[in-house]
């Protein structure tokens, strides 16, 4: 039995390595210029202000929200 030297499975392999590399350098690039890394950085505060600033801005909309139905005739209970 005589094996050929045929190059052809090497070359596809080569191929498929290069592709995913590619896709792989293009999918980091793509999160990087979405922003997407921003968030997970732990060496920044934003996300922690920012949750600060919607629970403050929640609290005061609940609260006038609950005094106008408390001043159309609600009950305590039910204006909350």
């Given at each position: 039995?005589?094996?050929?030297?045929?190059?052809?499975?090497?070359?596809?392999?080569?191929?498929?390595?290069?592709?995913?590399?590619?896709?792989?350098?293009?999918?980091?690039?793509?999160?990087?210029?979405?922003?997407?890394?921003?968030?997970?950085?732990?060496?920044?505060?934003?996300?922690?202000?920012?949750?600060?600033?919607?629970?403050?801005?929640?609290?005061?909309?609940?609260?006038?929200?609950?005094?106008?139905?408390?001043d159309?005739?609600?009950?305590?209970?039910?204006?909350?």
């Amino acid at each position: 039995m005589k094996l050929n030297n045929d190059d052809t499975g090497q070359m596809l392999l080569a191929t498929g390595v290069v592709l995913m590399m590619s896709l792989l350098s293009m999918a980091i690039f793509s999160v990087k210029i979405a922003g997407l890394t921003i968030a997970s950085d732990t060496t920044q505060s934003e996300v922690v202000k920012i949750a600060e600033e919607i629970d403050d801005d929640i609290f005061q909309l609940i609260s006038f929200r609950a005094s106008e139905w408390y001043d159309a005739g609600l009950n305590e209970t039910e204006s909350v």
